[in-house]
């Protein structure tokens, strides 16, 4: 069997520490050698074998090995099955490009899989190595979720202060890329508010369960979902504050693009009658009245300006100048 399916395997001594395996010690891996947390990438062929050798229910298998999820919790007769989602740290990447993950939770063990790395998984591995880190599997599901969420608030963070930034630009400047540049934070803040809000009702059906939760994973997973609401909520404030400034920019780039046609519109109401009396004496017909007179053209000239500033005044006594 192909061991490169295999991302991690830690075995947990029950007392805040683990020891990671190697590919061939996680394949002879026994119960009773302590609690495994065996971490795949469902992408890759080997995962169903693995998968397989650990007797896994069909439906726990196929749930694992699903390519496309959205955050939800299903607690079962043996454990727990639940989705979640984390914020791709990746650089380079979005992150509102969230990573998911598909965790089996039962008292005996943990099996995951996941195809991109998270930030949240390493850093629960670096501290179960330093023996620092939950002491059985259920610890370890709260001390994720919970690592998953800081990860969020961090980026949630980043979203806001964008957004006051472009409020304050769009006071001062008309731009259209400002625009865009809004409009583009604005889908961040859907795209994570599409996962955010299931993954807040994991939680809740978690906490719901009579699973084997202990009062203190309870209250952590309860302190947890408080902060996923707010983050719900402060990325509802967002969205709504970067659509105000938004339709102000846009507001004002109307009324910069109306005044700049007013302006077309008056010089092109003086000078239509003006340049009609031009082109009407400009044709070369014999009989014009004073062609020949030198006086004709200075009079001509009088003439357009009267009726210029008569159409100035007219323009004025109807407020539109």
Known sequence: MDTSALVHAVVLDGAGGGRRL????????????????????YTHPDTAIWLERLALPALVSDALLAQETRPRAMPLRDGALVYLRGVNL????????????????????????????????????????????????????????????????????QVEDQIASYEEAAMTRQSRRLRNDIARVRRRVSVLRRYLAPQRDALARLLDSSGPLADAERARLREVMERLQRLLEDLD????????????????????????????????????????????????????????????????????????????????RRGWL
Do not use: C, K
């Open 22 to 41: 190697t590919p061939e010690e996680a394949a002879a891996w026994r119960p009773d050698q302590g609690l495994l947390w065996l971490h795949l990438d």
């Open 237 to 316: 404030a967002a969205r709504e504050h970067a659509s105000i400034a938004q339709e102000d920019l846009a507001n004002r780039l109307a009324d910069e693009l109306n005044r700049r046609m007013y302006v077309l519109a008056i010089a092109s109401v003086i000078f239509l009658p003006l340049t009609f009396l031009t082109g009407l004496l400009g044709v070369n017909l014999e009989g014009i009245p004073e062609a020949e007179s030198r006086l004709a053209f200075p009079v001509f000239v009088l003439m357009l300006v009267g009726v210029g500033a008569a159409i100035v005044i007219v323009l004025r």
């Open 90 to 157: 990746t650089p380079g990447a979005q992150p509102e490009d969230m990573i998911a993950i598909r965790l089996w939770v039962t008292p005996g063990g943990i099996v995951s899989t996941q195809r991109r790395p998270l930030g949240s998984v390493r850093d629960l591995i670096d501290d179960l190595e330093q023996g620092n880190g939950p002491a059985d599997s259920w610890g370890l599901l709260v001390d994720l979720i919970d690592r998953l969420t800081w990860y969020m608030e961090d980026v949630v963070d």
